[in-house]
């Protein structure tokens, strides 16, 4: 096992002029350390690599709950489809990540530190043809939180999706399932 770069970022809680196509452009070829520490010269470093011994690569976005793990893989899927000049018409992180509603609903939760926290991994696979220009994903994703389904520390709620399918109890298609409002649900780890 060899670990390449490590970079450790933080997130500012607001937009900053970093991460446009600009930016991008001018991490675009730059060797490791002939600019400043950014995810997009760990995203050059990954494609350069790929490139030059045609092995595949990884890039682990890892962090607490709020650190932006999902928009930092963002980034670098955009990265990857600018510099690989992507014939695609829409952006592949839209298309990656089109699915996030879905995933949110099922695998976020509120906490105390975050209101739409992650409680499930993301495994993403970007392939590339023989040009290097992207040519799919695929995006596995694995609930990291069961025991969130019975048991909420203090402050603290379940699965999105529970609350929206509460909200949702007086529609007809779900009254089959007899849910009722969340405040008058109890749980149990039997």
């Known amino acids: 096992l060899v670990v390449g770069i490590i970079l450790v970022a933080i ?5 900053l002029p970093i991460y446009g196509d ?34 595949n690569q990884s890039i682990i976005v890892s962090g607490e709950s709020g ?17 690989s000049k992507s014939s695609s018409n829409a952006h592949v992180e839209d298309k990656v990540l089109a699915s996030n509603p ?5 695998g976020n939760a509120k906490t105390t530190r975050n209101d739409n926290s992650s409680r499930f991994g993301k495994y993403t696979e970007i392939s590339f043809d023989q040009r ?21 520390s203090e402050n603290e709620r379940n699965y999105h999706i529970f ?25 149990s780890s039997l």
Do not use: W
């Open 11 to 15: 997130n500012p809680y607001k937009q």
């Open 102 to 106: 879905i995933t949110e609903a099922v």
């Open 132 to 152: 290097y220009q992207i040519i799919g994903a695929n995006m596995r994703t694995y609930l990291l939180e069961k025991s969130r389904v019975v048991f909420q």
């Open 22 to 55: 600009a930016i991008i452009h001018a991490y675009s070829g730059q060797n490791m350390g002939d600019m400043d520490p950014h995810i997009f010269a760990v995203a050059e470093e990954a494609y350069k690599q790929m490139a030059r011994n045609n092995k």
């Open 67 to 83: 650190a932006g793990k999902t928009v930092s893989a963002r980034y670098t899927m955009r990265y990857f489809a600018t510099v």
């Open 163 to 187: 609350y929206q399918l509460c909200a949702s109890a007086v529609q007809p298609e779900f009254k089959h399932l007899k849910l009722g409002r969340s405040e008058k649900i109890t749980y």
